[in-house]
């Protein structure tokens, strides 16, 4: 079972930058890639951004030209670099895998707060 740990949330101003941390167990950064997702209480949990094995990117239109999503196979761990960010960026941010139906657990998740 994959174990994915996620850090590097904080607190940030409107317009600025924070960068993301998950560290993966296993193989699955190799083997598939990742995505990051967030999730606001009361909603549901939404895709942020996802890198493919291939290194290809994709973001949700909220995020794109903001956010950029990294990977460092040797290091299995994928980054989430947030700039100029938004009070609606506010969330909780988990990594794990691109496609849902692989998903068998999250991690605990870290807290993204945007607040002047």
């Known amino acids: 079972q994959v174990q994915l740990v996620e850090s590097g949330g904080g607190s940030v101003q409107p317009g600025g930058s924070l960068r993301l941390t998950c560290l993966v167990s296993?193989?699955?950064?190799?083997?598939?890639?990742a995505a990051w997702y967030r999730q606001t209480p009361g909603k549901e949990r939404e895709w942020v951004a996802t890198?493919?094995?291939?290194?290809?990117?994709y973001y949700a239109d909220a995020v794109k030209g903001r956010f950029a999503i990294s990977r460092d196979n040797a290091k299995n761990t994928v980054y989430l670099q947030m700039n100029s960010v938004k009070f609606e960026d506010t969330a909780i941010y988990y990594c794990?895998?691109?496609?849902?139906?692989?998903?068998?657990?999250w991690g605990q998740g870290t807290q993204v707060t945007v607040s002047s």
């Open positions: 890198i493919r094995k291939n290194a290809n990117t």
């Open positions: 794990n895998d691109y496609l849902l139906s692989r998903i068998t657990s």
């Open positions: 296993g193989d699955m950064l190799s083997v598939y890639g």
